[in-house]
């Protein structure tokens, strides 16, 4: 039995494009996992579609930095052999979970970050575009001009938008029970330049083993401080169910932190779970390339 479990983040709309974005990601993710076999080619298929859609906060359609331009970060890991690679803070490339994937079959290292991450992408042959929208100019320039004057700008820290849209990911199982985990984002609206948020980090914003893959979505520095997708695994691992560790690490990060935000996981029975502390968190679950009924739990 094969689980595709993916996010639109913590704050996001559910509203149908949204969901309809995601389950046509976590089809095309079952549609590779049935193509080749291959766990981490299905996550990355996953990743691809969602950055290719503006709606999320991923490659297009990413916030902008103080500075106006857009820094994304991307990861994948494979439970079954603990391998693991992401990129940071990279400028000018869109799928960043595809250039992380390079990272961990073309080179010794795990990450690359910054001019280095973008020039390593281009030597790799992905195209360079800045991955500006209209939208997120517009929010941008609107924002710079309302901190000059002394106001505080009306939109979300998460997208830049007044609608909300954060970090992108996704979980799987596949047939043969082993598990994966990506993760994308183009990080916080006016962050600083070179600010890298969780889904880089392993432990932070992202895990996977052969019990359990985890993805976190939401304030990155709190994730990565509370190590709460390890602490996920560890729960898991101790005997807990996914929901139980789910609750537990969301209820833990907001006590020790008071930030928001969620996250998605599966174990290697295929049992799924996604909890989160805030408004909305938009998830689609796929059984055997079949839709399911699931909800995340607010808490």
């Not at 494979?78 to 992401?86: I, N, V, Y």
């Not at 004057?149 to 849209?165: I, N, Q, V």
């Not at 290697?268 to 796929?286: D, E, I, K, T, Y």
């Amino acid at each position: 039995m094969s689980v595709i479990l993916v996010h639109g983040s913590v704050e996001t709309s559910t509203a149908p494009p949204y969901i309809e974005g995601l389950e046509q990601a976590a089809r095309k993710g079952f549609e590779r996992l049935q193509t080749t076999g291959s766990r981490l080619d299905a996550a990355e298929a996953i990743m691809a579609e969602l950055e290719d859609n503006p709606l999320f906060n991923a490659g297009l359609g990413s916030v902008l930095n103080r500075d106006g331009y857009v820094e994304t970060d991307g990861a994948i890991m494979d439970g079954a052999t603990g391998k693991f690679a992401a990129v940071a803070a990279m400028r000018g490339i869109r799928h960043a979970v595809s250039v992380a994937r390079k990272v961990m079959e073309c080179t010794p290292h795990v990450v690359l970050a910054g001019e280095g991450a973008a020039l390593f992408a281009k030597e790799q042959g992905f195209a360079e575009e800045d991955c500006i929208t209209d939208e997120q100019y517009r929010s941008w320039k609107t924002a710079k001009e309302w901190l000059a004057e002394g106001k505080e700008p009306a939109f979300s820290a998460f997208t830049g938008l007044r609608k909300e849209s954060d970090t992108v990911g996704c979980v799987l199982l596949d047939d043969a029970g082993r598990l994966a985990a990506a993760s994308s984002t183009g990080g916080s609206f006016l962050k600083l330049p070179g600010r890298v948020g969780d889904t880089p980090f392993i432990g932070g914003g992202i895990f996977a083993s052969p019990e359990c893959a985890v993805v976190c979505t939401g304030r990155g520095e709190a994730f990565i401080q509370t190590l709460t997708a390890k602490f996920v695994q560890d729960c898991i691992a101790a005997g807990q169910t996914p929901m139980e560790a789910a609750r537990q690490a969301i209820a833990r990060m907001t006590q020790l932190t008071g930030e928001y935000g969620g996250l998605i996981v599966v174990d290697r029975h295929g049992r799924a779970a996604a909890v989160h502390n805030c408004s909305s968190f938009p998830v689609v679950l796929m059984n055997n390339g079949i839709k399911a009924p699931f909800e995340a739990v607010q808490l």
